[in-house]
Nanobody
Framework: QVQLVESGGGLVQAGGSLRLSCAGS????????VGWFRQAPGKEREFVAG????????TYADSVKGRFTIFRDNAKNTVYLQINSLKPEDTAVYYC?????????????????WGQGTQVTVSS
């Protein structure tokens, strides 16, 4: 069974940085599109970034452009989300999602795999 495992979350001060990782357990993970989402308490799940299977196509939510960078290392079956200049409003559980068809956009219902999430807490 294909699994996604996120890691890298934690408690950081505003202005700090984190790098989140999403590791896929299937050998063909390099053919999957991957998206990162986040969900803050009391709010809906929000798309933040997506990357195509090759890494050549990337999309970001307007709210994170310039601070978030998504990239992948297919040799390691891992997709990363680099978050810089963290703000308290970035506090959320961050999830990665993958789609075997290669989809990497902002519609969560179009993904067929989800990780368990990693908590990011930003203190002011």
């Amino acid at each position: 069974q294909v699994q996604l495992v996120e890691s890298g979350g934690g408690l950081v001060q505003a202005g700090g940085s984190l790098r989140l990782s999403c590791a896929g357990s299937v050998r063909t993970f390099s053919t999957y599109g991957v998206g990162w989402f986040r969900q803050a308490p009391g709010k809906e799940r929000e798309f933040v970034a997506g990357i195509s299977w090759s890494g050549s196509r990337i999309t970001y939510a307007d709210s994170v452009k310039g601070r978030f960078t998504i990239f992948r290392d297919n040799a390691k079956n891992t997709v990363y989300l680099q978050i810089n200049s963290l703000k308290p409003e970035d506090t959320a559980v961050y999830y990665c999602a993958a789609m075997s068809s290669g989809y990497y956009g902002g519609s969560p219902e179009r993904y067929n795999l989800w990780g368990q999430g990693t908590q990011v807490t930003v203190s002011s």
